[in-house]
């Protein structure tokens, strides 16, 4: 069975009158996330639409089941764009269907400028919810500095619906930018590669994309640096990081915006690891560890692997049921398992298992916003 | 500003109390002799005070352990202090309180450059994290105007901002990691080096907490390579209103400068009077302020002059020296230590949407003249973060009543027109009784949820943040 309501007010009757688990889903493009949450589907796909958008204060607010298209469009006709270049897990899962706005701040799902214009939950500034209890919530709102009584804007992102169900998310958004470019250089070890990466990104060159493939396009390895901004800036700072790096070889430069804008999005939706088999695991480590994990876990028999965030952001394809959370042994960070078969999810944990008193912190919370359970529970974990 | 009737069986046990607080920290650690204890009465805003039953000063993270497992034990209220320039009295004691204090844990742990960390003790002044980075050309980027003293613990209790958060953010977009002392005395490490930890956003809700969760006692904070350059451009207008319209424009157009301040005249003039910054004598000022290479900043400033022109500026000057430019901020940053020559005054921080920028002025215009006292404006306009000043006479008797009757209006207005009650200074005790203004009673409630998950006891900072109506069951049963 599946609810559908229109209304906040219809979302909070459904779940102040369920008596069993409700499975959250705005598109459904994400549902690989997580561990499956068995129950009646609730989805938030009725609650669609931009109610806000004004350019000149650079914020925009929209319904929860809002496809990410339709807001990316209308910033777009302003010259602007979400700061945090969402990912798109079509690919990665073979989904169809629409993404939906509701879908990315629950995931909290972020993309390549990550590093430079911040995450997901650097750019929400407001959301409505509706918790385990049926009550309809706020938090935030819609201005960029706001600091008035606790930050429930940052819990709710992220939380996978497992403290309310949202309804409508606000957003502060930037500028596009004039023009980009993409600085590349050809043939890099991972070594290479990331203190190439840590030039660009402690140059003064605001940096808002670094990422390294192993195995490019072409099956050679390629690493990518992004500049944006105005037409001469971006021109300026290409050419400085170029010649600061030439000792790491000659770099191509792409200033073509469809171009930049197919590579980025390639980094950002881990193109490669698509309609393949095996697992996907996705780790966040300190960057200049990650040539040491992409050592490990080509021990583990990694068929694939991809940098982003500079380094810190590792992509992986391993082999069906393997652990591959154990490659981060001795390092920092967490691991995620984004792709797998149940039993290997229920096997190793989908997420990085939370020390005693940060787990007691967590259940404290869900027992106070879900005390019924009836949330996606279980989806993590 | 009523504060909760303080415990009389605790006072009653002051001597004991103060005998188990040396027992587990060094003697110079604990400050409980009432002439002594008065250093801890008030934090920035001063119009109210109260000396704690104790002060400590904790040297370490197991020191803070013992004294906060004392606490709960005791059942003692805890209020942590970082330097004590929160405008909101959010570290206001109340006399049965213990001040837990940081200013001792101030050593940097660790830099790293090229992950673009630095660890700190969270003791440690905002500006001597710049301070221990800036020979490589690398900043921390969050800049309270009270940067020269406030702790960073304070500013990840109230996630402040600054001048240059427009481009940069604010205090919970640039923290990565904490080390918290929760109220059971429990180490739990939120963050750190890498980004975005699992689970529930724990650091993304403590951040802004106004030390109502834990006590933070290290921090992993972001650090970024100094722009090549920048450079401010004073603007001056004829109207408040045009100078609001001239914002809008410029955010409009695509270029996102680093920072967007807007005085007024009052606000101008007092400035020029104690810094000698070089500001026209104008309706209002904006400084707008660019970053990067020489060409870069001449490309950006193009872009944003010719949109000031359309609106026919009185004044447009660029700065034309790297000393010119300090005196140009020196004089903003000092805007509040400027005032405060002149008149007492109280400094609200709602933030509003930029579109509402002259709507609101306006009223605060017509506000001022119908509560009789004047009212200044200094903020950060680019993202709607307002600072009006109402000026007041603290001898005057009803003064103070009637400069917060009139803060509590434009409050008021600023939640009206879709903004919020604070920007970046924090609820504290100054907002707290206006929350319900901005927020529901359900709203409200499952902000305390989060505390009550932390600090069931509610002993930490407890009589801030919620009206404490709200909160007296909660606090009660301590």
């Not at chain 1, 009725?46 to 496809?67: D, F, K, N, Q, W």
């Not at chain 1, 169809?96 to 629950?106: E, N």
């Not at chain 1, 799902?109 to 500034?125: N, T």
């Not at chain 2, 903020?379 to 009139?406: Q, R, S, V, Y």
Request: net charge negative; charged share 20%.
């Amino acid at each position: 069975m599946t609810h559908m309501p229109n209304s906040s007010a219809e979302l909070a009757e459904i779940i102040a009158t369920a008596d069993g688990p409700l499975r959250v889903e705005g598109g459904g493009t994400r549902s690989g996330l997580g561990n499956r949450v068995e129950g009646e589907v609730l989805s938030v796909s009725g609650l669609s639409g931009i109610s806000l958008y004004e350019p000149g204060a650079l914020t925009i607010v929209a319904g929860a089941g809002t496809p990410v298209q339709v807001i990316e469009d209308a910033l777009s006709s302003e010259g602007q764009r979400l700061p945090f270049e969402p990912m798109d897990h079509r690919g990665l899962f073979g989904t169809k269907g629409v993404p939906t706005i509701g879908g990315v701040v629950a995931c909290a799902v972020s993309g390549p400028r990550r590093i430079q214009a911040g995450a997901c939950r650097d750019s929400l500034i407001g959301v409505k919810f509706v918790d385990g209890k049926g009550a309809q919530l706020k938090n935030g709102g819609r201005v960029m500095k706001n600091v008035t009584g606790y930050d429930l804007v940052k819990l709710m992102c992220g939380a996978y619906g497992t403290l309310g169900v949202l309804t409508e998310v606000a957003f502060k958004v930037l500028p596009a930018a004039e023009a980009t470019a993409t600085v590349m250089f050809d043939g890099l070890t991972d070594v290479q590669a990331v203190e190439v990466m840590s030039h660009g990104l402690t140059s003064p060159y605001d940096v808002s994309g670094a990422a390294h493939l192993p195995a490019g396009p072409d099956g050679t390895p390629v690493t990518m640096i992004r500049l944006e901004g105005l037409t001469q800036s971006v021109a300026y700072r290409a050419m400085s990081l170029t010649e600061q790096l030439a000792r790491f070889g000659q770099a191509r430069v792409e200033t073509g915006a469809d171009a930049c804008k197919a590579i980025w999005a390639g980094v950002r939706d881990v193109e490669g690891f698509g309609g393949t088999g095996g697992d996907v695991w996705r780790y966040s480590v300190k960057p200049d560890d990650g040539p040491e994990l992409g050592r490990a876990l080509a021990r583990k028999g990694a068929q694939r692997h991809a940098y982003d965030w500079g380094g810190g952001l590792v992509w992986a394809l391993l082999p069906e049921g393997s652990d591959g959370r154990a490659a981060l042994d001795g390092l920092g960070g967490h691991a995620t398992l984004i792709r797998a078969e149940d039993q290997t999810k229920a096997r190793f944990g989908t997420f990085h298992p939370e020390p005693a008193p940060l787990a007691r912190i967590s259940s404290g919370l869900r027992a106070k916003f879900d005390p019924k359970g009836l949330l996606n529970p279980g989806i993590m974990g | 500003m009523e504060m909760p009737v303080p415990d009389a069986s605790i006072l009653a046990r002051k001597d004991q109390i103060v005998a188990g607080l040396r027992q587990i920290l060094p003697d110079d650690a604990v400050i409980s002799d009432p002439n002594e204890t008065r250093a801890y009465e008030c934090d920035g805003l001063a119009a109210y005070r109260c000396p704690p039953l104790a002060a400590v000063l904790p040297s370490t993270t197991q020191e803070v352990v013992d004294v906060l497992k004392f606490c709960k034990a005791q059942g003692l209220p805890v209020v942590p202090r970082g330097s004590g320039t929160s405008l909101a009295g959010g570290a206001l004691p109340t006399a049965d309180s213990i001040i837990v204090g940081v200013a001792r844990l101030n050593d940097v742990l660790e830099t790293d450059y090229a992950n673009r960390v630095i660890r700190v003790q969270t003791g440690r002044t905002n500006l001597s994290v710049t301070g221990a980075v800036e020979d490589h050309d690398f900043f921390y980027a969050p800049d309270p105007s009270s940067q020269l003293a406030c702790a960073i613990a304070g500013n990840i209790a109230m996630n402040s901002g600054g001048a240059h958060c427009l481009k940069y953010g604010v205090t919970t977009n640039n923290l990565l990691g904490v080390t918290l002392v929760t109220m059971d005395g429990e180490v739990v490490e939120l963050g750190g080096a890498h980004l975005d930890a699992p689970g529930y956003d724990l650091l993304g809700v403590l951040c802004g907490s106004e030390g109502q969760l834990g006590i933070v006692t290290e921090a992993s904070l972001r650090i970024l390579r100094k722009p090549e350059g920048a450079r401010p451009v004073l603007m001056g207008f004829d109207s408040n209103e045009v100078a609001g319209a001239c914002v809008s424009d410029i955010i409009k157009a695509g270029v996102l400068p680093v920072a967007i301040e807007f005085m007024d005249r009052p606000c101008i003039r007092a400035c020029e009077a104690f810094v000698h910054a070089g500001y026209p004598d104008v309706e209002a000022l904006l400084i707008v302020e660019v970053e990067g290479s020489e060409a870069e900043i001449k490309e950006q400033l193009d872009k944003i002059t010719a949109i000031a022109r359309t609106h026919n500026p009185v004044e447009l000057r660029e700065s034309a020296s790297s000393d010119e430019s300090a005196l140009i901020w020196k004089g903003r940053k000092a805007a509040f230590g400027a005032m405060g020559q002149i008149n007492d005054y109280m400094c609200l921080d709602g933030t509003i949407p930029v579109s509402q920028l002259p709507f609101v002025l306006r009223r605060i215009e017509e506000l001022s003249k119908e509560f009789g006292l004047d009212v200044a404006n200094v903020f950060h306009a680019g993202d709607g973060n307002m600072h009006p000043l109402i000026l007041f006479d603290a001898n005057k008797p009803g003064d103070l009543e009637i400069c917060e009757a009139l803060g509590a209006e434009i409050l008021k207005l600023c939640v009206e027109v879709g903004g919020c009650l604070t920007g970046e200074h924090g609820v504290g005790i100054e907002k707290r009784d206006l929350m319900l203004t901005q927020y529901t009673e359900g709203d409200i409630a499952a902000q305390m949820a989060v505390k009550d998950v932390f600090d069931p006891q509610w002993l930490l900072n407890p009589a801030k943040v919620f009206p404490l109506a709200t909160t007296e069951t909660r606090r009660a049963a301590a």
